[in-house]
């Protein structure tokens, strides 16, 4: 190969990375500044293809998408003096690129720690001005719409951030205090229970005396309605057999005494004494009577 040929050869490589070097892509879910020899000369750089000085300008990418940053547990006091043990994480995102290199130079892990720093010490001030009973359930909305306004007005102005959410994943009472506050639980409960069976009690006894004076009663309507049906039953009864009697009394003195018969005689075992000419044989010597 001739010396110009070489040459050719190698000027075509040098343009090729040349331009290689010269051209660059921004993605939709990137944010991008150009730097030249260290300063910034393009603080937002749309998606896209670009072209830059090779050498001269360096290009720096950061995630422009929503990041999540999950915050350590932290102890925070109440208005109350009550310590609690709050878990939340952050949802954030780049607002301004040029503010955000200028304050973290582009390294994610130095955002994260000043973004969480800041979301502490806002929320230790949230919870500092509520009860216990506000932030876990009254107002915890509120210190959240709170927390996120607050936020955003430092952190878009000191780190190109903006806050899309921030949420409490879990609060709780540091361990030496949630047994006794559990115990106190427990006895509240128990006292509840105990006014409970009370009071069961005392309906059940007023429902059970109420279900007794009910039944004496209706035992004895039973009772007088059932002698007023055996009242009249006997008076029909003795109406029956005096009519019977008025229409043929001999023949009613004939059938009584055949029932007397059958009723003394019914069993081998008895022995009666009684004279020949007793009334009881009236009908056993004469089938008509007479004595």
Avoid: C
């Amino acid at each position: 190969m001739s010396g110009k040929s070489l040459f050719t050869v190698i000027l075509a490589g040098f343009i090729v990375l040349v331009a290689s070097k010269s051209v660059y892509i921004v993605k939709e879910t990137e944010r991008a500044v150009k730097l030249q020899f260290g300063e910034i000369v393009e603080p937002d750089i749309k998606p896209g293809w670009h072209v830059k000085i090779p050498f001269v300008n360096t290009i720096r990418k950061f995630d422009g998408r929503v990041l999540t940053l999950d915050g350590r547990p932290q102890a925070f006091l109440t208005i109350e003096k009550k310590r609690l043990i709050v878990d939340a994480f952050i949802k954030w995102k780049i607002n301004s690129v040029e503010t955000y290199y200028t304050a973290t130079s582009g390294d994610e892990f130095r955002a994260a720690d000043l973004l969480s720093t800041r979301v502490e010490n806002e929320l230790r001030n949230q919870f500092g001005a509520r009860t216990l009973n506000e932030v876990v359930s009254g107002e915890r909305e509120q210190v959240m719409t709170d927390a996120i306004k607050r936020l955003n007005q430092v952190a878009e102005s000191e780190l190109g951030i903006r806050i899309v959410d921030v949420r409490v994943k879990r609060v709780e009472l540091p361990p030496e205090v949630s047994n006794s506050v559990y115990e106190r639980m427990r006895t509240e409960r128990e006292r509840e229970a105990r006014e409970l069976r009370s009071r069961g009690f005392e309906l059940a006894e007023g429902i059970r005396a109420d279900a007794d004076r009910q039944k004496t009663v209706i035992v004895a309507e039973a009772y007088r309605e059932a002698e007023g049906l055996r009242g009249e039953g006997d008076a029909q009864a003795a109406a029956i057999y005096a009519d019977a009697y008025s229409r043929d009394s001999e023949f009613y003195s004939f059938t009584r005494s055949l029932r007397a018969y059958t009723e003394s005689f019914g069993n081998g075992g008895d022995v009666m004494l009684l004279k020949p000419d007793s009334e009881f044989f009236r009908y056993l010597s004469n089938s008509k009577g007479d004595q």
